[in-house]
């Protein structure tokens, strides 16, 4: 006797996000990640006087050739936005350490939201060190259309000065 033949939902489950094309308006890849100088999802890194000295600010990594096209400079303030509409607040670090076309946030930061401070939502005493955006919050509830599994870590994004 032979198994069962499984039928996966997949073709229609996600079709109204396939049909989406959001690539002409969120023309750059955005990938999220580690930094080496913060542990864990950043909170033990931020509340640290003596280790949050290592990484000031939430940033997002920018081509040059990107960067020259968009109008942004190194240091300077953009917003980051996926398809979803969530966006972000944050330094631009101009950088050929990143392909064209690509760009980088680290996930560690909390404490902004949108370009607004949250500290005043912090018990008293309890505010951390460093703040800055959740790069989460331009992220998208996407999924691997091949293995169907869960895709938090990379969108589409467009980045504007802000």
Same mark, same amino acid.
Request: hydrophobic content about 30%.
């Given at each position: 006797m032979g198994r069962p033949e499984r039928h996966l939902p997949t073709a229609t489950l996600y079709k109204s996000i396939q049909d989406i094309d959001a690539a002409k308006e969120y023309p750059i890849i955005l990938t999220s990640g580690?930094? *080496?100088? $913060?542990?864990g999802g950043g909170e033990e890194t931020r509340s640290n006087p003596w280790l949050a000295v290592l990484q000031q600010e939430?940033? %997002?990594e920018i081509n040059i050739v990107d960067a020259n096209n968009l109008g942004i400079k190194d240091g300077q303030d953009v917003w980051v936005e996926g398809p979803d509409k969530?966006? %972000? =607040?944050? =330094?631009a670090m101009v950088t050929p350490r990143v392909y064209e076309g690509l760009a980088f946030m680290p996930f560690h930061f909390g404490g902004v939201f949108q370009g607004d401070s949250l500290l005043d939502k $912090? @018990? &008293? +005493? !309890?505010? @951390?060190? %460093?703040?800055? &955006? !959740?790069?989460?919050?331009?992220?998208? $509830? +996407?999924y691997d259309p091949v293995t169907v599994m869960?895709?938090? =870590? *990379?969108t589409l994004c =467009?980045? %504007?000065p802000a």
């Open positions: 580690r930094l *080496v100088e $913060y542990e939430m940033f %997002v969530g966006r %972000v =607040k944050v =330094k $912090y @018990p &008293e +005493g !309890s505010e @951390p060190y %460093v703040i800055g &955006e !959740s790069c989460n919050t331009a992220t998208t $509830y +996407g869960q895709e938090t =870590k *990379v =467009k980045i %504007v």
